[in-house]
């Protein structure tokens, strides 16, 4: 039988033809879909996408006025003409708020420019389709979500509503109440827009008043739940929905489309992760090569330290490294080395294990005890001959002795870290004497009371290396501002790196420092080595055109610059690689979901609701005007105009508004973090703030601004 040629200018929502979305647009079909299968879906009718197209034809045609006729009862109800756009309403973007949707439209010429309205706000010719609905005397209505978009949970349905109909919530308007619901529709959390603090608890259980606030009861939040098991059934998975109860009770679907950017959840049993000890070590973001040259070593030292003491097996650590690098920043596994938050932060060497093992460990702990000072003196004095025998790096070494001086740096951190590691747990601090830090403050303020220029101070006192973070470049940046002496009793500091390092102690006789303390200071003396000899690997193949500037070399790998120093040549990739990048520093705690931080901190109690997208760092802006790439934009609510910066913003923060908003939603899809509802933020943010944005935790706070030693000659 041959297919109809008839041109439809209007099909009903429960015409067959109505579910394909190339014709009715997504957001139509899909609601076709729903009433086909039962869901309680507002009659109307559809515009199709090749008619929609055509305005100066449809404008005069008998059947769509007879449908607007009919629809609205010849203009005695109000209608709602709205965007159905074939690009929209998908399951990886929503493009939530992005077209437009008419109100309250109510006679013919209205009707008319309504829809030639909503055609023009279509991003490309023939892509919408103009769907037409009566217009809902709405007691109660919102968003509900299938999902937990913040939290990643598929065990929950969240829902937002107000008084009257959905549109001041999902234009970020209004807060709402916000419902959290298991699948059956039990009530865990309440979240008044007047009192943020209502939520559920920690534990995620029910609230103890069984009594519901905000504009729903809990039949119809049960019917709500119900809803969404019924839609996503229908759809395959967990939808976006906007709803509305009329004045009669009867709850009514408006709009349903899958939700996007759910937010990943970690694997059971993952690694709980954050800076923790290792921080103290390499605080700073870390380019590929930082990573190779220091990041590795510490791996190597601390697997090797804990299965010396048997707290670790060794097949543990082949399955996952103690210290990893995530996104470029330096992350340990608290667990592991015994610092998850609340407990002790040092190595728990004799947790408990088999009575074999832990017999074992005794014995070698106790062993390591008695041996350690002599061995950490012994690697101390070690290191400094080596360190003494290296020749002037810039006509002393040939490109084979560079790579293998960088190797040595690394196998003789593998070994400092060891003991350092070792040392710190096993080992008494002795409090009489000084530490390195304390030693490099004092050489700090002498060498500058003495006026010896920055640049040369680590050459005459190497103790001042200990107040300064590795990084790859011409030199190390010392702290500023400390012109004089520090009011503190300390050791006076280096004068170079001689065998045993000596420190004055009040009242007495020059002391050596204790062993963990004389490795730190061995430790960051190679790191500084690795670095400078990094820095001038740089400017030599800088110098032969292999690179185009000396600050590229961060981004090899270790072994690609040990092939370009050998003749090798280097990746074709290298100009577009990040080094460092630039990230946000990390949680306390946090586990990974892929490559996704999900951090373990609670939402603070400033009326702040995390809308996911991450985590991320920038300067605040504000204000009418479009706010710099890579800036948090702090606003009072989330305007849908808004939507047009958020592919360049770092973060956005909001005084009011929903996580369940359009513009929180494309956010989320964008992966721009997102903080709503976080009270006085444009007071206490003023511009240029330098701001630390997490959407999974509802946390916004200022960062002090230090810009990293060595990027601006990247």
Known sequence: MPQSTRVFWTINLDDPLATAPDRAGAKAANLARAASHGLPVLPGFVIPVQCAA?????????????AWARLSRDGRRPLVVRSSSTIEDGAVSS???RFLSVLDVRDWPAFRTAVDDVVASAAGSGTMAVLVQPQLDAAAGGVMFGADPVDGRTDRVIVSAVSGGPQALVGGEVDGTRYALTRRGRLVGVERDDDPSGGPDAGGRAAKDASVQGPLTAVQLRELARMASRAAAVFGGPQDIEFAFDRDGRLWLLQSRPVTALAPLPPRRSVLLG?????ETLPDPLSPLEEDLWLAPLDRALGEALAAAGAVSRRALRRAPTVRAVGGRAAADLRRLGAEPGRRSRLRLLDPIPPLRRLRSAWLVGRLRAELPGLAAETAAAVDADLAAVPPLNGGLTDADLA????????????LHGLEALAGTLLTADDRTGSAAAQGLAALARERSRGTDDALIPVSAPAVLALAPPSIGPAPHLPPGLDGPPSLDGPPGLDGPPATVPAAVPDGPPAEPPPREALRLRIRW??????RLAWTAGTRLAGRGALTRPGLVRALRFDELVSALHGGSLPADLERRPAPPRTAPLPAAFRLAGDRIVAEAAPPGDGARPAGGGRGSGPAATGPDAPPPGSVLVVRTLAPALAVHLPSLAGLVAETGSPLSHLAILARELGVPTVVGLRGALDRFPPGTELLVDGDTGRVEALP???RQGEEVA
């Open 526 to 531: 190679v790191q500084e080595l690795g670095a």
């Open 404 to 415: 293998r001086a960088l190797r040595w740096t690394r196998a003789t951190l593998a070994a």
């Open 54 to 66: 055509a305005r100066e034809r449809y404008a005069n045609t008998g059947e769509l006025r007879s």
């Open 705 to 707: 601004a230090t810009p």
């Open 95 to 97: 493009m939530a708020g």
């Open 275 to 279: 800076p923790g000890p290792v921080a």
